[in-house]
C-alpha cells in the first residue's frame, strides 16, 4: 500500500533515514534469495554531477557569438598521435560500447545508422563485432576486452579503431555479466559459450597485466594492424590521474574514462552504487594528466573521451569545457531508441517495473525490444525508425552544445573552458575544479581548505 | 626462400612485408633476440621459421600460417591464433595460446602459469610440465600437458578437454576428472600425432573437464 506524505504524517508513521524502504526491500530479497542484486542501468544514488555547474554567458567583458548566424564547430580528430588513420568525427558525441548479447540485434543496427547519419562512431562490445554492425556503421571503434569473446583479427582490422577496455565505470575492477536468458544460441556461438549459461566474464586481461605489458599489447596491435588505427584504452573511474598517465606512457592515443553513474547491462547492485568516482570528479584528474604530458588539445596530443550520466548538451558542454575532447553516451541513447518509454507501461508493470525505473537489462524481457535477445520483442524496435530517433537526439545534444558555446563566445565547441564555469556547490566547486558561483574559491586549491 | 634479419631489419618492417597479400613460400627471421610481436598477425599458407628466442605474444593471432621458434617464446605465444600452427620448440612463458580460437600450439618444453587461459577452439599440446591456473576459464579445443600441471587446473573451465598424463598439483574450480572413453582416446591419439609424439600411449592420460556446477547462477527460489 502507499500512503501519501500526508497520510503518513497524519498516522505518525516515519521513514527511517537509515534503513528507508528501498534498503528494507534490499534487505528482504538478499534474505530470499542468497544471491546479489544483478541489474542493468548507473549509479542511481544522488551525486555531485554536470547539474552543479553553470555557465557564465559572455556579456560585457566576453562577447557572445550570433546564434544563427556564426560559425561554432563541432568536429574533432580523435587518434592522431600514432594512427595513420585518425578518426574524423563531425559531433564530439560518440556511441559508446554496448555488446551485441547485452542488446539484441535491431538495437545494435539502429545504434550504427544514427551514429553514421550524424557522423559519429559506434562501439562494438563485449561479444564482439556483428556484421550488421559493421555494415551499419560509418565509423566503429572494436573493443578488445578481458575475455576475448569473438576476438578475432579480421574484425580488428575491420576497425576504424580499437579500444582496450581496462573497465567500466559501472564496475571498475569488474567483468562482464550476460545472464542465462541472453545467452542465445547466435550469442552463445559468438562467445563459445554454452547455450543458456549465466556468463561471467574476466575482469582481467588474460596476456598482459599492469602498465609495463599494456605497452606491449598496444605495440601488438599496432604491428598488427599495420599502424592504421588509433588504439583507446578505456578506464572506470576511480585513479583517474594515474591510469590516464600510464595508459599514455604505454601508448594509447585516445582515453576513454567512465565515471560511477556510467550504465551497464548486467552488474551487481553493489558495485554500481559503491565503486568508483563521480564522472564529475575524474574529468580534471584525466585534464591534469594529459596537461602535464604536454598532450592536452596538442595536434599531435592524446584525445579524453568522457562518460557516465551524459544526458543533455548542457552535459556534453561541460564536459567539453572541463577539458574532454569528445563524450560517449550509453544509457542516454537507449533511451533514445525507446527504452523506459511510458507507451510500454502495461508491459512494464507486468514486470514489477514502470516506464522511468526499468532497469532489468540482465533479464532479456525488455518490452521495448531493445536489450533483449527475443525475437517477438526485438519486433517492437524498428532499426530504422530507432536510428532516425537516435540521430535526431544527437543532433540535439549537438546544438544544445553549440548554443552553450556560442553564448561564451567560442567558434568550435571545444574552446569552452573551465573559465566559462562555476559551481553551485562546494562539493562539485572541488571535483570540478571551479569556483563556487559568485566567490574565487576553489576548495583544495592554492592553499583553500 | 626469403630471410630477414631482426638485428638489421626493423620488426615494422619484417611484420609489414609479412603482411604483404598473397604471401607464400618460405620466410626464416633471425636475430629475434627476445623482440615482442614477432610474426604476429599473419593470414598465408606460409612457413615461418624464427632462429632464437622470443618475448611477448609470438606468432600472436596465427591465421593459417606454420610458424617454428627455434627457442624459447615470452608470454603470450599464439594468442588468439585463428588456425596453422605454432611450434616452440623450447619453452614457454605464462598465457601460452591465450584465447586461441583454432589450430595447432606445441610447446617443446614447459609451459609457465595460465597456459590456455580463455582458450576458444584451440590444440595445445604441450611436451613438459604446465604453471598454476592451465586452462584458466578455457572454454572450447583440447590442452594435451605430457608432464604435471600446477595448482588450479581448469579452474572455472568450460567445455575444453584436458589430457594430462603427470598429476595435477590440484584442480581448479568446477574441474573434474572425466572417464577416458574410446573417442577420447582416440581424439589424443590424434592430437600427439600431429605434435610429433605419436609413441606416447594415449591410456596412460587421464582427461579433465567442467563438473559445469558453475554454469548457472544459484538462488534460493526459481529466478
Ligand atoms: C546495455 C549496456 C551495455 C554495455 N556494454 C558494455 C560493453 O560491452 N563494454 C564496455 O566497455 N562498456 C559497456 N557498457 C558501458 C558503456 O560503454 C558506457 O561506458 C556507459 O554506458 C556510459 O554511461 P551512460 O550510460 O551514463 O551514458 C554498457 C552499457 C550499457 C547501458
Known amino acids: 500500500m502507499t500512503l501519501t506524505p500526508d497520510e503518513r504524517a497524519r498516522r505518525g508513521l516515519r521513514e527511517s533515514a537509515t534503513f528507508d524502504r528501498t534498503t528494507i526491500a534490499a534487505i528482504q530479497r538478499a534474505a530470499e534469495t542468497g544471491i546479489y542484486d544483478i541489474r542493468g542501468w548507473g549509479a542511481k544514488r544522488a551525486l555531485p554531477h554536470f547539474d552543479d555547474l553553470l555557465f557564465l554567458g559572455a556579456s560585457m567583458s566576453r562577447y557572445p557569438l550570433e546564434g544563427y548566424r556564426e560559425r561554432c564547430g563541432t568536429d574533432v580528430v580523435l587518434g592522431g598521435r600514432n594512427a595513420k588513420y585518425p578518426l574524423h568525427l563531425d559531433i564530439p558525441v560518440?556511441?559508446?560500447?554496448?555488446?551485441?548479447?547485452?542488446?539484441?540485434?535491431?538495437?545494435?543496427?539502429?545504434?550504427?545508422?544514427?551514429a553514421s547519419a550524424v557522423g559519429t562512431s559506434t562501439t562494438t562490445g563485449d561479444g564482439g563485432m556483428t556484421p550488421e554492425e559493421r555494415g551499419h556503421s560509418k565509423t566503429l571503434v572494436y573493443q578488445y576486452l578481458p575475455n576475448r569473446y569473438g576476438m578475432n583479427p579480421d574484425d580488428l582490422r575491420r576497425a576504424d579503431a580499437i579500444e582496450v577496455v581496462l573497465g567500466q565505470g559501472a564496475k571498475p575492477g569488474g567483468g562482464g555479466m550476460l545472464l542465462g536468458q541472453k545467452v542465445s544460441e547466435r550469442v552463445a556461438g559468438m562467445r563459445t559459450l554454452p547455450v543458456g549459461i549465466d556468463q561471467r566474464s574476466s575482469s582481467r586481461h588474460p596476456d598482459w597485466t599492469g602498465p609495463d605489458d599494456l605497452a606491449i599489447k598496444i605495440a601488438e596491435l599496432r604491428e598488427i594492424t599495420d599502424g592504421e588505427k588509433p588504439i583507446y584504452v578505456k578506464v572506470g573511474a576511480t585513479r583517474t590521474y594515474y591510469d590516464t598517465r600510464l595508459a599514455v606512457e604505454a601508448g594509447a592515443d585516445v582515453v576513454v574514462v567512465d565515471g560511477m553513474q556510467g550504465g551497464t547491462a548486467a552488474t551487481q547492485e553493489v558495485f554500481i552504487e559503491h565503486v568508483g568516482i563521480p564522472t564529475l570528479a575524474a574529468i580534471p584528474l584525466a585534464v591534469q594528466a594529459l596537461q602535464e604530458l604536454g598532450l592536452h588539445r596538442k595536434p599531435d596530443g592524446v584525445q579524453l573521451i568522457v562518460s557516465g550520466g551524459i544526458r543533455n548538451g548542457a552535459d556534453v558542454a561541460k564536459c567539453l569545457a572541463l577539458g574532454a575532447d569528445a563524450v560517449a553516451i550509453g544509457t542516454a541513447a537507449l533511451i533514445a531508441l525507446g527504452d523506459n518509454d511510458p507507451r510500454y507501461d502495461t508491459e512494464y508493470a507486468r514486470l514489477g517495473s514502470a516506464a522511468g525505473f526499468y532497469?532489468?537489462?540482465?533479464?532479456?524481457?525488455?518490452?521495448?525490444?531493445?536489450?533483449?535477445?527475443?525475437?517477438?520483442?526485438?519486433?517492437?524496435?524498428?532499426?530504422?525508425?530507432?536510428?532516425?530517433?537516435?540521430?535526431?537526439?544527437?543532433?540535439?545534444?549537438?546544438?544544445?552544445?553549440?548554443?552553450?558555446?556560442?553564448?561564451?563566445?567560442?567558434?568550435?565547441?571545444?574552446?569552452?573552458e573551465p573559465e566559462d564555469l562555476v559551481a553551485i556547490s562546494i562539493e562539485a566547486a572541488a571535483m570540478a575544479k571551479v569556483p563556487l558561483a559568485g566567490t574565487s574559491w576553489i576548495p583544495g586549491q592554492d592553499g583553500g581548505f | 626462400?626469403?630471410?630477414?634479419?631482426?638485428?638489421?631489419?626493423?620488426?615494422?618492417?619484417?611484420?609489414?612485408?609479412?603482411?604483404?597479400?598473397?604471401?607464400?613460400?618460405?620466410?626464416?627471421?633471425?636475430?629475434?633476440?627476445?623482440?615482442?610481436?614477432?610474426?604476429?598477425?599473419?593470414?598465408?599458407?606460409?612457413?615461418?621459421?624464427?632462429?632464437?628466442?622470443?618475448?611477448?605474444?609470438?606468432?600472436?593471432?596465427?591465421?593459417?600460417?606454420?610458424?617454428?621458434?627455434?627457442?624459447?617464446?615470452?608470454?603470450?605465444?599464439?594468442?588468439?591464433?585463428?588456425?596453422?600452427?605454432?611450434?616452440?620448440?623450447?619453452?614457454?612463458?605464462?598465457?601460452?595460446?591465450?584465447?586461441?580460437?583454432?589450430?595447432?600450439?606445441?610447446?617443446?618444453?614447459?609451459?609457465?602459469?595460465?597456459?590456455?587461459?580463455?582458450?576458444?577452439?584451440?590444440?595445445?599440446?604441450?611436451?613438459?610440465?604446465?604453471?598454476?591456473?592451465?586452462?584458466?576459464?578455457?572454454?572450447?579445443?583440447?590442452?594435451?600437458?605430457?608432464?604435471?600441471?600446477?595448482?588450479?587446473?581448469?579452474?572455472?573451465?568450460y567445455e575444453t578437454r584436458i589430457y594430462l598424463r603427470g598429476t595435477a598439483r590440484s584442480l581448479g574450480a568446477d574441474c573434474v576428472e572425466k572417464e577416458m572413453r574410446p573417442e577420447h582416446l582416440e581424439e589424443l591419439e590424434g592430437l600427439l600425432k600431429a605434435a610429433g609424439y605419436p609413441d606416447d600411449d594415449p591410456a596412460s592420460y587421464k582427461r579433465f573437464g567442467s563438473a559445469r556446477t558453475l554454469y548457472h547462477f544459484h538462488a534460493d527460489n526459481s529466478y
Open chain 1, 94 to 114: 560518440t556511441i559508446a560500447g554496448m555488446s551485441f548479447g547485452a542488446l539484441g540485434a535491431h538495437a545494435k543496427e539502429a545504434l550504427g545508422r544514427a
Open chain 1, 359 to 416: 532497469d532489468q537489462f540482465q533479464a532479456g524481457q525488455d518490452p521495448a525490444g531493445i536489450t533483449t535477445q527475443d525475437e517477438e520483442l526485438q519486433r517492437n524496435l524498428d532499426p530504422e525508425e530507432g536510428g532516425r530517433r537516435l540521430a535526431n537526439f544527437l543532433r540535439v545534444l549537438t546544438m544544445e552544445a553549440q548554443t552553450v558555446a556560442r553564448a561564451c563566445g567560442k567558434a568550435h565547441v571545444t574552446h569552452l
Open chain 2, 1 to 157: 626462400m626469403t630471410t630477414y634479419d631482426l638485428t638489421r631489419t626493423p620488426l615494422r618492417e619484417v611484420n609489414q612485408a609479412l603482411h604483404a597479400p598473397g604471401l607464400s613460400g618460405e620466410i626464416v627471421i633471425a636475430g629475434p633476440q627476445g623482440a615482442h610481436s614477432v610474426a604476429v598477425g599473419l593470414d598465408a599458407p606460409v612457413k615461418v621459421t624464427i632462429q632464437g628466442h622470443c618475448g611477448y605474444y609470438a606468432a600472436g593471432m596465427n591465421k593459417q600460417a606454420e610458424v617454428t621458434i627455434e627457442g624459447n617464446a615470452g608470454t603470450g605465444v599464439a594468442e588468439n591464433m585463428m588456425s596453422g600452427v605454432v611450434h616452440v620448440t623450447g619453452s614457454a612463458s605464462q598465457s601460452a595460446g591465450a584465447t586461441g580460437r583454432g589450430g595447432l600450439l606445441v610447446i617443446g618444453g614447459d609451459a609457465g602459469a595460465r597456459c590456455g587461459i580463455s582458450m576458444k577452439g584451440i590444440d595445445i599440446v604441450v611436451g613438459g610440465d604446465t604453471g598454476h591456473m592451465t586452462a584458466f576459464m578455457a572454454q572450447a579445443g583440447r590442452l594435451v600437458v605430457r608432464g604435471d600441471a600446477g595448482d588450479a587446473l581448469g579452474d572455472s573451465i
